[in-house]
């Protein structure tokens, strides 16, 4: 009799073996082109800045229908701050946007794969960095190289915006959350292991304003 490791064991193998194959495949269609996917994403936005009542707002329906498989048409690397959700700044609804949120909008291993996975198995070939107005990540880092316990994590990798932002016209705060997210998404476009995928893949980014509810696109 097989013990309850020996078994969790067999299906971690399992696992591994299902999405290796999965990888493996040939990778779908894409589910929307990166250019039309950029105006859902603006389309969409507008409405939320614009409209008392979201038009995205999940319903029963969408969940069963999404239930089975999702179809993502964006990847979305956010921050974690609570008052910048993609799914709502962009008005979008279950199994449109797949999100990857950490404070200050920064990418590791974890979110590289996360955004390969999206782009070679679930069909995405856009991807936005999105920063926010008031970043208390980017105020952290602006404030200090050092911080307690992991968050020292953050402003260690927000420093490199903080010194590019330097001297740059405006609010430093403004400006280094600008460059942060335009950092990011270099970072993603050399480290991230798309194959011949990357030539239909776009990558942009931008910063969401808190007061207005509006984005604003920086140019690729």
């Not at 097989?2 to 193998?13: M, P, Q, R, V």
Request: hydrophobic share 50%; with cysteine.
């Amino acid at each position: 009799m097989k013990t309850t490791s020996e078994l969790t064991g067999f299906a971690a193998i399992a696992c591994l073996s299902v999405a290796a194959l999965v990888l493996g495949a040939d990778p779908p269609a894409a589910s929307v082109p990166a250019d039309a996917a950029l105006a859902k994403l603006k389309e969409g936005n507008l409405r939320f800045a614009t409209s008392e009542v979201s038009k995205g707002k999940p319903t029963a329906a969408r969940r069963a229908d999404t239930a089975q498989a999702q179809h993502t048409f964006a990847i979305i690397v956010g921050c974690a701050d609570s008052r910048a959700a993609p799914e709502l700044v962009f008005d979008q609804n279950l199994g449109d946007l797949f999100v990857v949120r950490t404070a200050g909008n920064l990418v590791n291993d974890h979110a590289l794969g996360s955004i390969e996975y999206a782009v070679t198995v679930l069909g995405a070939r856009l991807i936005v960095v999105l920063g926010h107005e008031r970043c208390g990540a980017v105020k952290a880092a602006l404030a200090s190289d050092h911080a307690p316990g992991h968050i020292d994590s953050l402003v260690r990798d927000i420093q490199p915006a903080v010194i590019a932002a330097k001297g740059k016209p405006g609010d430093a705060l403004d400006a280094t959350i600008t460059e942060n997210a335009r950092q990011v998404a270099a970072q993603i476009k050399a480290k991230a292991a798309l194959g011949d995928l990357a030539k239909e893949v776009r990558i942009v980014s931008a910063v969401y304003d808190l007061d207005t509810g509006k984005i604003e696109w920086a140019k690729d």
